[in-house]
């Protein structure tokens, strides 16, 4: 074989003027918000929440207050009732006890049954 032999190929050369330029940056379309949009956001939603929040701790603090006061202002009404009771209660154990004891010359109702003579007359109702 000699060297002056035409080759039996076709060399694949680039094009005149060569290639045209590769697209390789990405052209991704527009998705939405930006993240320091979406942080914003999320601050004044939960902003929003807490102050929403706070009205409601003011409203229950306000509510418990008001309860309490009214507790406060019934007491002296709900311990004379109960005085009353309790004196009813008492002069009615009082009648029963003499009525019971009435054979008893010397038994005072009402008077402790531990009584003992110590000089001073006992309170009895």
Request: proline letters at 5%; aromatic letters at 14%; a positive charge.
């Given at each position: 074989?000699?060297?002056?032999?035409?080759?039996?190929?076709?060399?694949?050369?680039?094009?005149?003027?060569?290639?045209?330029?590769?697209?390789?940056?990405?052209?991704?379309?527009?998705?939405?918000?930006?993240?320091?949009?979406?942080?914003?956001a999320t601050i004044g939603i939960c902003g929003?929440?807490?102050?929403?929040?706070?009205?409601?701790?003011?409203?229950?603090?306000?509510?418990?207050?008001?309860?309490?006061?009214?507790?406060?202002?019934?007491?002296?009404?709900?311990?004379?009732?109960?005085?009353?009771?309790?004196?009813?209660?008492?002069?009615?154990?009082?009648?029963?006890e003499g009525a019971i004891m009435?054979?008893?010359?010397?038994?005072?109702?009402?008077?402790?049954?531990?009584?003992?003579?110590?000089?001073?007359?006992?309170?009895?109702?």
């Open positions: 074989m000699s060297l002056d032999m035409p080759l039996a190929y076709n060399q694949d050369l680039p094009p005149a003027g060569g290639f045209e330029t590769l697209k390789y940056k990405r052209s991704l379309p527009y998705r939405g918000p930006s993240g320091a949009v979406l942080l914003m929003y929440g807490f102050y929403r929040y706070g009205l409601g701790v003011n409203e229950r603090r306000e509510l418990q207050r008001e309860k309490m006061w009214s507790r406060i202002h019934l007491i002296p009404l709900l311990e004379a009732e109960h005085d009353r009771d309790e004196y009813r209660r008492k002069f009615a154990e009082n009648a029963v009435s054979r008893h010359k010397n038994w005072k109702a009402g008077r402790s049954v531990y009584f003992y003579d110590r000089g001073d007359d006992e309170k009895v109702l």
